[in-house]
């Protein structure tokens, strides 16, 4: 397998949503009309879309199936209602995980009165179907893995200060998402919205050139 550093920038994301209903979307892979064949995942990530939602705005009623889908909020609160009966709302520090299983519907809108930011990622069970099953983990710490084991994939949140370092993940693929702040991935430097998809690498970290937010998926 060949080692490789993959920067994406997130001026390179592609544009959707419906800004006028209020709904903003940058989507980092093959996407609904978007569709690029050299761009359709990485490692079990199929997904990883940037929302913005205005106060009032949302994604009416609608199906997911054999997707575990992990959401987490930067700015705002998102409700979450689906077809199982669960009601919740995402506040950030949250991790919320839908696993679709063979189908399931939701709803996802912003019915505070701030705007709403979040950023969702949409990964590849490793065994489709099953019942759908959902959660919220709050106040989610730092460093704190949040395993995802129908994937195989681990979700890391590193909070960094300026100055500070983190090691990542030695694993076949790991895939990095600048939530909020700069930081120096070896020559490459990252600001938020950009992501790195490194595969089969070793011995890598980052440094934080500012208050840092980060998420890392170490993917087996």
Do not use: K
Not at 107 to 123: C, H, I, K, Y
């Amino acid at each position: 397998m060949a080692h490789v550093i993959d920067v994406r920038r997130s001026g390179d994301r592609y544009a959707g949503g419906e800004p006028g209903a209020g709904i903003t979307s940058r989507h980092a892979f093959s996407f609904g009309p978007h569709y690029d064949p050299d761009n359709l995942r990485f490692g079990a990530i199929l997904a990883c879309n940037e929302e913005r939602l205005a106060p009032g705005a949302g994604f009416d009623e609608h199906p997911h199936s054999h997707t575990e889908i992990v959401t987490w909020v930067v700015t705002g609160e998102l409700t979450h209602q689906d077809s199982t009966g669960q009601v919740s709302i995402v506040r950030p520090g949250d991790v919320q995980r839908l696993s679709s299983g063979g189908g399931v519907r939701h709803v996802e809108r912003n019915d505070g009165t701030e705007p709403l930011a979040f950023l969702q990622m949409w990964l590849a069970p490793r065994d489709p179907g099953g019942e759908p099953a959902y959660e919220v983990v709050h106040g989610i710490a730092d460093s704190t893995p949040y395993d995802v084991p129908e994937a195989g994939a681990m979700l890391h949140v590193r909070r960094l200060g300026e100055g500070e370092r983190a090691e990542l993940p030695a694993a076949p693929h790991v895939y990095l998402h600048v939530v909020q702040g700069e930081l120096r991935l070896g020559e490459a430097e990252l600001a938020p919205g950009d992501a790195a998809r490194i595969t089969d690498e070793t011995g890598l970290e980052v440094l934080a050139a500012s208050d840092t937010q980060l998420l890392i998926w170490e993917m087996s």
